[in-house]
T-cell receptor, first 114, second 115 residues
Framework: KQEVTQIPAALSVPEGENLVLNCSFT??????LQWFRQDPGKGLTSLLL?????REQTSGRLNASLDKSSGRSTLYIAASQPGDSATYLC?????????????FGRGTQLTVWP | DVKVTQSSRYLVKRTGEKVFLECVQD?????MFWYRQDPGLGLRLIYF???????EKGDIPEGYSVSREKKERFSLILESASTNQTSMYLC??????????????FGPGTRLTVL
């Protein structure tokens, strides 16, 4: 079964720093990888989706990379702001019999202080 | 924009009650999902559906059932609520397993407390 790990579990940084959040997965046979943001007590907001054939995706200050062969993805946040404070979740899409299912990491809780 | 709505943000029920959680999406998505989220355990898939009247068990289906009579609506049913079903329930939808861009979109969640 696919296992997804996110490191670090929590991160606290001053405003303006560039950040890297890490995600690793055990089975490289994935369909896609999705990064989400979750604010306390709320649902998940999709940030970026990377297809298995892609190496990276960008949206504004966010850049996600995928190295399928090594089972790793990173989410890069440029020039962090207090409004970026949230939990960031990585989810890997299955293939074959698990097509369409997402396997989630436990998340990285990010705090950006002014 | 894709919109996934859930019938209640907060719900309090008593042990043994039958509980219905409703989810509606407005983007004609084929796939719909129910998850629960608990501290320390992350998100766990309860059931999903890839078509009307079709359902598949996820990782933790025990104590739950689902219904999908219309494409836009997916209901989660707790036949006899128990205290260990106190949790945050999240609904999601995605276009299709055959779609190249099969991105999941989530609703706001329902915080269920069973007393």
């Amino acid at each position: 079964k696919q296992e997804v790990t996110q490191i670090p579990a929590a991160l606290s940084v001053p405003e303006g720093e560039n950040l890297v959040l890490n995600c690793s997965f055990t089975d490289s046979a994935i369909y896609n990888l999705q990064w989400f943001r979750q604010d306390p007590g709320k649902g998940l907001t999709s940030l970026l989706l990377i297809q298995s054939s892609q190496r990276e995706q960008t949206s504004g200050r966010l850049n996600a990379s995928l190295d399928k062969s090594s089972g790793r993805s990173t989410l890069y946040i440029a020039a962090s702001q207090p409004g970026d404070s949230a939990t960031y979740l990585c989810a890997v899409g299955g293939r074959g019999s698990t097509l369409g299912r997402l396997y989630f990491g436990r998340g990285t809780q990010l705090t950006v202080w002014p | 924009d894709v919109k996934v709505t859930q019938s209640s943000r907060y719900l309090v029920k008593r042990t043994g009650e039958k509980v219905f959680l409703e989810c509606v999406q407005d983007m004609d998505h084929e796939n719909m999902f129910w998850y629960r989220q608990d501290p320390g355990l992350g998100l766990r898939l309860i059931y999903f559906s890839y078509d009307v009247k079709m359902k598949e068990k996820g990782d933790i289906p025990e104590g739950y059932s689902v219904s999908r009579e219309k494409k836009e609506r997916f209901s989660l049913i707790l036949e006899s609520a128990s205290t260990n079903q106190t949790s945050m329930y999240l609904c999601a939808s995605s276009p299709s397993f055959r779609a190249l861009w099969d991105e999941q979109f989530f609703g706001p969640g329902t915080r269920l407390t069973v007393l």
